[in-house]
C-alpha cells in the first residue's frame, strides 16, 4: 500500500512502507572486486538473478549497478518481504554460485537489508509525462 502526501508540489513525497510493518525490502549488496573482473563479476550476477531470482516468490526487481572505478559491483533488489527475502538463503544454486569461481574475482562483499520508507520523485524524470496547456 502506498501513501501520497502533497504538501505542495515541490514537496511531493510517496511514503511506501511503514517501519513497523515493513511492505517492501531492499538488499544492496556491494561487491569489491578486482578491476579485471568486474565485468565478469557483473556478467555472474545477471546471470544467477536473471536464471534463478526473479523467479523466486516476493522477488520484485533488481539493478545492477557498476562503479565507474572499476572496483565496485552493486546490487540493489527489492523483495516484498524480509521472510521471502531470507528464502533465497536456502536455494542450493546461489549457495553453489557464492562458492564458484565468482569468489576469485570478489575481494569483499558487504551485504544489508533495508525497510523501504520514503520514495521521493524527481521533479523532471524522463518517464514522467509533463503537463501540457
Request: charged fraction near 25%.
Amino acid at each position: 500500500m502506498k501513501y501520497t502526501f502533497n504538501k505542495n508540489e515541490s514537496d511531493r513525497f510517496t511514503v511506501v512502507g511503514d517501519l513497523r510493518t515493513s511492505i517492501m525490502m531492499t538488499l544492496v549488496n556491494v561487491f569489491t572486486v578486482f578491476p579485471d573482473k568486474q565485468k565478469d563479476t557483473l556478467w555472474a550476477l545477471h546471470k544467477i538473478y536473471k536464471e534463478t531470482v526473479r523467479h523466486q516468490p516476493g522477488f520484485i526487481s533488481a539493478r545492477l549497478l557498476i562503479s565507474d572505478d572499476g572496483t565496485k559491483v552493486t546490487v540493489l533488489a527489492l523483495w516484498d518481504s524480509q521472510q521471502q527475502l531470507a528464502t533465497i538463503k536456502q536455494i542450493p544454486r546461489l549457495q553453489n554460485f557464492h562458492n564458484s569461481e565468482l569468489l576469485e574475482a570478489v575481494i569483499s562483499s558487504d551485504a544489508h537489508v533495508y525497510s523501504t520508507f520514503i520514495e521521493v520523485p524527481g521533479a523532471l524524470h524522463k518517464h514522467r509525462k509533463q503537463k501540457t496547456d
